[in-house]
C-alpha cells in the first residue's frame, strides 16, 4: 500500500484543513530523501515547494478555494520547464539552465494547487527506454535495483512506486510513459496527441510527444489529466477538450468489444511469461462479460522503422538550438564560431542524441528525403488508416506494453538496436497519435508486466473509465 | 572594356527575389513587438524568438491576412492549402537553427505585374511565388574586431513575404522598374510600410548572360536595399559576366554582395559552400487553411493599387510622368482622387501639380506628414486662381502657407495681399496714372503697335504691387486710349 490516498482525497482533505500542504510537501521531499539510492531525481525544489506550500495553507485558512489538487506534491520529468528551476533535460548541454518560463501543463497544475516538488530523471532529451541514457546517472528500478525502470520517464515512474510524491508527470514520445509504467507497475496514460499542451517542454519529436502523468491508479491519472488537458494558445497543435475526464463513468465491461491485436500477441519476441499474464487479463475480461475478436493491424510491423526515420528527423531539428551560443553548455575552449558549435555540440550532447542527430540529418539530406523521410510519412498514414479501420470493428485494442519485463541495467546499452526494439509495442500508437495507457496486469518473478490498452483519438474519457474498470477486474 | 557591338551580342537574364517586411504589430511567430526601428538591442525579444527550450511557434494570424492582401496586389490569388516548413543552418542570428519559411506550399502561387518602362512602354513580369517566413537576427561585426560578433535578436522572427519573379526581365531598367513596382503595389495594398531605409524591402538579384537561348550561370547579388542598387547591380555584372566570358573564362555559380562605396558586386559565397537547408514540414504548426468566405473578404477590401490610380490620373488628364511622380507618394495620390471625387478633374489636376514634388533616383518619399491643408482648402484655393482673385505665382505663395499651417486660404491672401483686384474703378486710376507717364509707349499702342501694350501692362501690374487683373488692365488700357 502506499502512503499517499487518492488524490482527490488529499486534495479534499488539504481543503478541509485537515492536512496541511506543508505536511504533505515535507512528507514528499523526506521519502525522495530515503529513497536517494534509486537515483529518480536529479533536483529536489526544496524551498519553492515549502513556500508555495504555505501560501496554499494560508489561503485554505482564509477560507479560500485552493483548488482540485490542493496542497498535492509531484514530481516533473526533467524536460519540464518549471519557472526558477533548473531543467537539464538529464542532458549536459542544457546543464546550469534555469527555467525563465514554465511549461502550461505545469502551469495548469498549479493553478489547481498541486505542488512541484523535484524533477526526475530520463534518458537525455528523452531518448531511450531505460534511463541509461541520462548524461547523469541511471535510475534503477524499484523492484529490483540491478534492473532499470524502463525509460525515457523512468525518474517519474520509479519515484511515483518509491512513493515520492502522489503523482509524476512524463513526456510520451515512443512509449516513454507506458514502457516505465509497464515495468514498474504503475499507471502511465499517454493522451490524444494535442490534448495536453507541450509549450515549456524539452522537444523531443514533436509530432508524437506528448504529456501524460504517471500514478498508481487510473482514477489518479484522470484527475491529473483532467486539470491537464485543453487547447492552448502557445502550442498551436494543441486541440478543443470535448469530454471530462474526471471523475469517471463507471461503465461496464458487457458487451465492450476488445481487439486483441495479433502482431503484438503472436509476436516471436515476446516473452512467454509475459504473453501467459496477458492472455490472464483476457479471460478475466471474458468472463465479466466482454467480447474479445482477434485484430490484425498488417503495417504495425513497421511502425517501429517509420518511428525511428521520423523521430530521428524531428530530433535532428529541434537539438539544433541547442548551439552553445545563447544558453547552457559551450566550450570555453573554443577561439571560432566554428568551433564553438561543433565542440559545444561534441561535448555538450551524448552518445545517443548525435546518434539520432545523425540520422536525421541524414534521412532528411537532399537525395535521401524521399527514400527515407517521405516514405516513412507514407507508411504513417496506412498505420493510422489501419487503425481507423479496425476501430470500425472494435471498441478498443489491447496487447502487452512491452514484449518483455524489466531489463537488467547494462544489458542493451551496446545494442542500440535491441534497445530501440523494447518500444515495439509502443511507437505505433504515437504515429497514429491514439490515446493508449499501461495498468499493471501482474508479475513475473516479482517484476511487473504492463497491459496496454489503446481507443480512437479523443476517446480519452471511455478509455480511462474501462481502464479503471479493467484494473479492477485484473487485479 | 566591352564595346557595344560585344555587348549587342548577349541577352542578360534577371530575376529577382524581393523580400517585403509585413507590418504587424507582432513577429511571425510570437507576441514580441515587430517595430525595431529605435530599439535598444535585444529588447524585443520573447522566449520564442530566443529559441529557448520548450517555445512554440504560434503564426500571427495578421500576418496570414496581409500575405493574403499581398497575393491580391501581385495579380493572383492566396492559396486556400499553404504550410511551414524548417529550413536549417547554422548562424547566430538563427536561434533554433532553423528558418520558419515556405517550402514547396506557399501562400501564393502565381501572379503577374506589370511595368512601365522609361521609353513609355509595358511589360508584364510573371509571379513564380511568395511566401511567408521568419527573418533572423541581425549580426554585426565590429571594425578591427576578430574576437567577437554582435547578434541582435529584435528582427529575428519578423514576417516576411519573400516575392519571387518570372526571369522574365533583360535589362537593368526593367529590373529597376520592376523593383519600384513591386515597392509601390505593397505600399498601396497597405501589407508594408516598404521603407527602403530600414530595410523594409530588400533585393536579391540573380542575372546570368548568354549568346544563345540557353541561360548562362547565373549570379545571385543579395540584400539590395534600393532601386538604385538594383539596377547599378544588374548593369555591372552584366558588364562583368561578359568580360569574362569575352576573356574566355567561365562564370561561377555563386552569391556576390554590392558595394555601394566602390560601386561594384563582390564574392561572398561560392556554390560549393552552399546549404543543405533540409527542409521539412514543421511539425509545431498546423498547415494554414484560407476558405472561399476569407479570401472573398480580402478581395473585397482592397484598397486601390498603382494601376488604378493610373486609370485614374489619365481620366483627369495627367501625364503619364506627373502620374508616376503623383503615385510615388500614397498619400498625395489618395487626396488628388479624393479632390477629383469632392470637386472636378479641374481641381484634382491643379492640386496634382501643386503637390507633385519632383522623384529623386530613389523614391521613398515617406509621405505627407507634414501636410495640414485639408482637401476643402485646397479646392478652394484652385477656385480662387479660377475665378481670377488670385494669380498662379501668388497661388504658390499661398499654398506653401495653407500645407505648413492649414490656414484658410482667403485670409492667408488677405494678409499678404496677393488677392488680385478686379474693381475697375480702382484700376482705370492706376491706368490712367501709366499713360500719363509713359506717353510714348501709348502713342505707339494707338499706332498700332500692340508689342506696346505688354509694356504698359506690366507697368500697371508694377503700380499695383501685382496685384492687378492682367487681363482686365490689358482691357482697360485699350478702352482709355479709345481702341
Known amino acids: ?6 488524490i482527490a482525497d488529499i486534495a479534499a482533505k488539504v481543503q478541509a484543513g485537515e492536512l496541511s500542504a506543508r505536511q504533505l510537501v515535507e512528507q514528499s521531499l523526506a ?31 482564509n477560507g479560500e478555494n485552493v483548488g482540485r489538487l490542493a496542497g498535492v506534491p509531484f514530481i516533473a520529468k526533467d524536460n519540464f520547464l518549471v519557472f526558477g528551476a533548473e531543467t537539464t533535460a538529464a542532458s549536459n548541454i542544457l546543464k546550469g539552465f534555469t527555467a525563465p518560463y514554465q511549461a502550461t501543463a505545469v502551469n495548469r497544475l498549479e493553478m489547481e494547487g498541486a505542488i512541484c516538488v523535484a524533477k526526475a530523471n530520463l534518458d537525455a532529451f528523452a531518448h531511450g527506454s531505460s534511463t541509461e541514457n541520462s548524461d547523469f546517472f541511471t535510475t534503477k528500478n524499484p523492484h529490483d535495483p540491478t534492473r532499470v525502470p524502463g525509460g525515457s520517464s523512468g525518474g517519474s515512474a520509479a519515484a511515483v512506486m518509491l512513493d515520492m510524491a502522489p503523482f509524476a508527470l512524463g513526456t510520451d514520445t515512443g512509449g516513454s510513459i507506458r514502457l516505465p509504467a509497464s515495468f514498474t507497475g504503475s499507471v502511465g496514460f499517454k493522451p490524444t496527441y494535442g490534448l495536453v499542451s507541450r509549450s515549456g517542454v524539452v522537444a523531443m519529436a514533436s509530432s508524437t510527444d506528448v504529456i501524460g502523468p504517471l500514478t498508481r491508479t487510473v482514477d489518479d491519472a484522470a484527475l491529473v489529466f483532467d486539470v491537464m488537458a485543453g487547447r492552448d494558445e502557445l502550442d498551436s497543435t494543441t486541440i478543443d477538450r470535448e469530454e471530462a475526464y474526471f471523475p469517471l463513468n463507471d461503465t461496464p465491461l458487457k458487451g465492450v468489444k476488445f481487439g486483441r491485436i495479433t502482431e503484438y500477441m503472436d509476436s516471436e519476441g515476446l516473452d512467454s511469461d509475459v504473453k501467459a499474464l496477458i492472455e490472464n487479463a483476457i479471460e478475466k475480461l471474458k468472463a465479466a462479460g466482454a467480447e474479445i475478436v482477434d485484430v490484425s493491424l498488417p503495417s504495425l510491423p513497421l511502425a517501429l522503422a517509420v518511428y525511428y526515420i521520423i523521430c ?9 538550438r541547442y548551439d552553445g551560443q545563447r544558453y547552457g553548455y559551450s566550450d570555453p575552449s573554443a577561439t571560432t564560431l566554428d568551433d564553438s558549435y561543433k565542440m559545444s555540440r561534441a561535448h555538450g550532447f551524448g552518445k545517443e542524441a548525435k546518434r539520432r542527430i545523425m ?3 541524414h534521412v532528411l539530406s537532399s537525395g535521401y528525403y524521399d527514400a527515407y523521410y517521405k516514405k516513412a510519412q507514407t507508411v504513417r498514414t496506412k498505420i493510422i488508416n489501419e487503425f481507423n479501420d479496425v476501430f470500425n470493428k472494435v471498441d478498443f485494442l ?3 506494453t512491452a514484449p518483455e519485463v524489466a531489463f537488467k541495467i547494462g544489458a542493451n546499452v551496446n545494442d542500440p538496436l535491441k534497445m530501440y526494439l523494447t518500444d515495439i509495442m509502443t511507437v505505433a500508437v504515437n504515429l497514429a497519435g491514439i490515446p493508449a495507457i499501461s495498468i499493471p496486469a501482474g508479475s513475473v518473478d516479482n517484476l511487473p508486466v504492463g497491459l496496454q490498452l489503446m481507443a480512437p483519438q479523443k476517446h480519452d474519457a471511455a478509455l480511462l473509465a474501462l481502464a479503471r474498470k479493467t484494473e479492477e477486474t485484473v487485479a | 572594356m566591352i564595346t557595344p557591338e560585344v555587348r549587342d551580342q548577349y541577352t542578360a537574364t534577371i530575376g529577382i527575389e524581393c523580400h517585403v517586411q509585413l507590418k504587424t504589430r507582432t513577429k511571425l511567430f510570437s507576441g514580441a513587438d515587430n517595430d525595431a526601428r529605435e530599439a535598444a538591442p535585444n529588447t524585443l525579444v520573447n522566449h520564442i524568438d530566443f529559441g529557448l527550450p520548450g517555445a512554440l511557434p504560434v503564426l500571427n494570424k495578421e500576418a496570414v491576412r496581409l500575405g493574403a492582401k499581398a497575393a491580391f496586389a501581385l495579380g493572383s490569388r492566396p492559396q486556400k492549402f499553404s504550410k511551414f516548413d524548417r529550413k536549417h543552418y547554422f548562424y547566430p542570428d538563427l536561434p533554433m537553427g532553423y528558418q520558419i519559411t515556405q517550402f514547396d506550399e506557399p501562400i501564393v502561387l502565381g501572379g503577374q505585374v506589370d511595368i512601365a518602362l522609361p521609353d513609355g512602354s509595358k511589360k508584364i513580369i510573371g509571379i513564380t511565388r511568395a511566401h511567408l517566413e521568419a527573418d533572423a537576427g541581425k549580426s554585426t561585426h565590429p571594425d578591427g574586431s576578430k574576437d567577437y560578433s554582435l547578434v541582435d535578436l529584435n528582427r529575428a522572427g519578423t514576417p516576411l513575404l519573400e516575392i519571387v519573379s518570372e526571369p522574365d526581365m533583360h535589362t537593368s531598367a526593367e529590373a529597376k522598374a520592376y523593383a519600384r513596382e513591386l515597392y509601390l503595389r505593397m505600399r498601396y495594398a497597405d501589407v508594408s510600410d516598404a521603407n527602403l531605409y530600414y530595410g523594409n524591402m530588400r533585393f536579391d538579384v540573380n542575372v546570368s548572360v548568354s549568346k544563345t537561348d540557353e541561360l548562362g550561370t547565373r549570379t545571385e547579388t543579395k540584400n539590395l536595399n534600393s532601386f538604385r542598387s538594383v539596377e547599378k547591380t544588374v548593369d555591372y555584372e552584366i558588364n562583368r559576366q561578359i568580360e569574362l566570358l569575352e576573356k574566355g573564362e567561365t562564370i561561377h555559380q555563386e552569391t556576390r554582395g554590392w558595394n555601394d562605396a566602390k560601386q561594384k558586386t563582390f564574392s561572398q559565397r561560392s556554390k560549393e559552400d ?14 494554414v487553411l484560407l476558405d472561399d468566405a476569407f479570401i472573398d473578404e480580402i478581395a473585397k477590401s482592397m484598397p486601390a493599387l498603382p494601376d488604378d490610380y493610373r486609370s485614374l490620373f489619365d481620366e483627369i488628364g495627367l501625364d503619364a510622368r506627373a502620374a508616376e511622380d503623383i503615385i510615388a507618394v500614397p498619400d498625395t495620390a489618395r487626396r488628388v482622387e479624393r479632390v477629383y471625387r469632392a470637386a472636378n478633374a479641374s481641381h484634382a489636376k491643379r492640386v496634382a501639380f501643386w503637390l507633385l514634388q519632383p522623384q529623386t533616383e530613389d523614391d521613398n518619399t515617406e509621405g505627407e506628414a507634414s501636410v495640414q491643408a485639408s482637401d476643402e482648402q485646397l479646392i478652394q484655393l484652385s477656385q480662387m486662381v479660377e475665378d481670377n482673385k488670385l494669380s498662379s505665382t501668388a497661388a504658390k505663395e499661398v499654398l506653401a502657407e495653407v500645407l505648413k499651417t492649414g490656414r484658410d486660404p482667403e485670409t492667408i491672401a488677405q494678409e499678404k495681399n496677393l488677392l488680385q483686384v478686379s474693381d475697375e474703378g480702382e484700376i482705370i486710376k492706376i491706368v490712367d496714372q501709366v499713360l500719363a507717364a509713359n506717353a510714348k509707349a501709348a502713342e505707339d499702342v494707338k499706332n498700332g503697335e500692340m508689342k506696346a501694350i505688354g509694356f504698359l501692362v506690366g507697368q500697371v501690374m508694377k503700380e499695383s504691387k501685382g496685384k492687378a487683373n492682367p487681363a482686365l488692365a490689358q482691357q482697360l488700357i485699350k478702352k482709355q486710349l479709345g481702341l
Open chain 1, 1 to 6: 500500500m502506499s502512503v499517499w490516498q487518492p
Open chain 1, 31 to 61: 521519502k525522495i530523501a530515503e529513497q536517494a539510492d534509486y537515483q529518480a531525481i536529479i533536483v529536489t525544489l526544496d524551498e519553492m515547494a515549502l513556500a508555495r506550500a504555505d501560501k496554499i495553507d494560508q489561503a485554505v485558512k
Open chain 1, 312 to 320: 530521428p528527423a524531428e530530433v535532428s531539428s529541434n537539438l539544433s
Open chain 1, 359 to 361: 540520422i536525421g540529418t
Open chain 1, 398 to 400: 489491447l496487447g502487452p
Open chain 2, 274 to 287: 552552399a546549404h543543405d537547408y533540409r527542409y521539412f514540414p514543421d511539425p509545431d504548426l498546423p498547415p
